[in-house]
């Protein structure tokens, strides 16, 4: 979340004609993160987030906002797009881009997670992604493997060698795997695919939801659960990940949707993809950036250290046949 597009008080007002929440008493840019201009737009009536979509188009945005809807009312902890009033629409038009105004969840990110909070991830995540079962919108994970494939060339010349030979392999390897049949095995549905732990919010131990949709794409899930592993079950400094925690969130998460044998097979190469995603894209925000007010390019070594520990240190699931839900 950054500030690409500066929206003014008088276009925020005129948003609030057509979306009726309220008088506007405060708008205040959000930073952090990388994609799309954001503000928290408070009224008389409540807080909300504005967010104006600089890479995504009309023609995309509404597999996102659909499917935060879908989710919210099949009682999955989302913030809900709000409508016009006449037209009933959720996809908006502010500053001539697109956008979005939704509920502002209670609670704050929890960035210093312990087992408890993984679990509760966990459990949620698997009901997401049962939740997400009979969405009839299709649209791919646009951060999967055709953009690795064509982001890696682009930002090869800017890495030392023995980092540029490891996102060299990492990619083939990610290729064979995605060919193999154990791959074409996976479940697969809607996935949030950027659930890391400033994009969850709880209130002590309460998880009070899942936001942040913007990347969210048909692909499976196990993808989904190994980006979660990667940012919630890790020590930060070495990437290394925390037995405790990742057993906790695997244990949770199964608990509701046990694993298949493709699944536990493929679950360390499902981490390392999920590395690789984040060190690619944090490559190319990090040595092609854009202009932005707020803009605070995250490290991309961070997940070079986490792929190169999955690579090291594979981590397995165990299987729980059982599910309770």
């Not at 099949?74 to 009933?88: N, T």
């Amino acid at each position: 979340m950054a500030v690409f597009t500066e929206v003014s008080d008088k276009e925020a007002r005129d948003l609030l004609r057509r979306v009726p929440l309220g008088n506007l008493t405060e708008l205040r840019g959000i930073q952090g993160g990388i994609e799309n201009t954001n503000y928290f737009l408070t009224t008389d009536q409540g807080e909300w987030v504005l967010t104006l979509f600089e890479r995504l188009t009309f023609e995309q945005l509404p597999f996102y906002l659909y499917l935060m809807k879908h989710l919210a009312l099949a009682g999955i902890p989302v913030p809900a797009p709000q409508a016009d009033a006449k037209s009933g629409d959720i996809l908006h038009k502010v500053c001539g881009k697109p956008a979005a105004v939704v509920q502002k969840l209670r609670g704050k990110s929890q960035l210093q997670p312990q087992a408890v909070h993984c679990a509760a991830v966990g459990d949620m995540l698997a009901r997401m992604h049962l939740a997400g079962r009979d969405y009839a919108r299709e649209q791919p994970n646009l951060r999967s493997l055709p953009w690795w494939n064509e982001t890696v060339p682009v930002v090869l010349p800017y890495l030392e060698q023995d980092a540029a030979d490891l996102l060299r392999s990492e990619l083939a390897f990610q290729n064979h795997v995605a060919a193999s049949p154990s791959h074409a095995a996976l479940p697969r549905g809607p996935i949030h695919a950027d659930l890391f732990r400033d994009n969850v919010m709880f209130d002590g131990e309460e998880l009070t939801g899942f936001f942040d949709f913007y990347f969210a794409g048909v692909d499976t899930w196990l993808f989904d659960l190994a980006v979660c592993l990667n940012d919630w079950c890790i020590d930060h400094a070495s990437g290394a990940h925390d037995a405790a925690r990742a057993q906790a969130m695997l244990d949770a998460y199964q608990a509701v949707r046990p694993l298949e044998a493709a699944e536990r097979e493929l679950l360390n190469p499902m981490l390392r993809a999920g590395a690789l995603r984040f060190w690619v894209s944090r490559l190319w925000d990090f040595y092609l950036p854009r202009e932005a007010a707020l803009l605070q390019p995250h490290d991309p070594t961070h997940f070079e250290r986490v792929l190169r520990q999955r690579v090291a240190h594979p981590l397995t699931a165990i299987e729980r046949p059982v599910a309770l839900a």
